[in-house]
């Protein structure tokens, strides 16, 4: 009894052994792939390249949300290159990936504020409230602040931007925001303007 117990347990640990070697296996070859494509030889390369490398090491190894961000920035930077047939596939592709890496690390700021731009493509309102969620959970940040105040003055909600504006006084991103919502003012006043 006691043998064909040992001969279980030993199988046991065997098969438990091989799995956390594959295992390891793979997360070492996602590994150099995010590292050669953060850092190394595809550091540079074209995006496409870029982008099957970031999703052979995503199929590896699901986990690394930095690698999701790495192939978010990858496409969102053919976003404005791109011609109007393959526009919506590369928005596509970017808001793919900000939520495989969103779903990993829901606080990634690069990730947050990527996702917040894709909004802005559609609702400059929807960009400022998904922001605004993100600054309730990190308010003590000036920058999260003045990127705040730049999706309220994009949305026109210029009294809620300058609240937030008052909070960065004597922080050194007070002079940015501050310059998201003179343009807002300013839009404004010549729509005003041009109105009467």
Avoid at 57 to 77: D, I, K, Q
Avoid at 155 to 178: F, I, M, N
Wanted: hydrophobic letters at 40%; glycine letters at 4%; proline letters at 1%.
């Amino acid at each position: 009894m006691w043998r064909i117990f040992r001969i279980f347990a030993g199988s046991g640990v065997v098969l438990i052994s091989l799995l956390g070697f594959i295992y390891c296996i793979r997360l070492t070859h996602a590994q150099k792939l995010y590292y050669d494509v953060e850092y190394g030889s595809l550091s540079k390369a074209a995006p496409y390249l870029i982008a099957e490398a970031c999703k052979t090491a995503h199929n590896l190894y699901h986990h690394n949300y930095n690698l999701c961000n790495r192939a978010a920035a990858t496409y969102w930077g053919q976003v404005s290159t791109t011609d109007c047939k393959k526009h919506s596939a590369v928005i596509d592709k970017t808001e793919h990936w900000c939520e495989r890496g969103l779903s990993e690390n829901r606080y990634k700021m690069s990730l947050r504020y990527r996702k917040a731009e894709l909004f802005s493509l559609l609702s400059a309102n929807d960009a400022a409230d998904y922001w605004e969620g993100f600054v309730d959970w990190q308010f003590w940040s000036s920058q999260n602040l003045s990127i705040l105040v730049k999706y309220y003055a994009r949305a026109g909600r210029l009294v809620e931007a300058t609240e937030v504006l008052s909070l960065l006084k004597g922080h050194p991103d007070y002079q940015k925001a501050s310059s998201y919502l003179r343009k807002a003012w300013a839009k404004e006043m010549s729509f005003e303007n041009s109105s009467s």
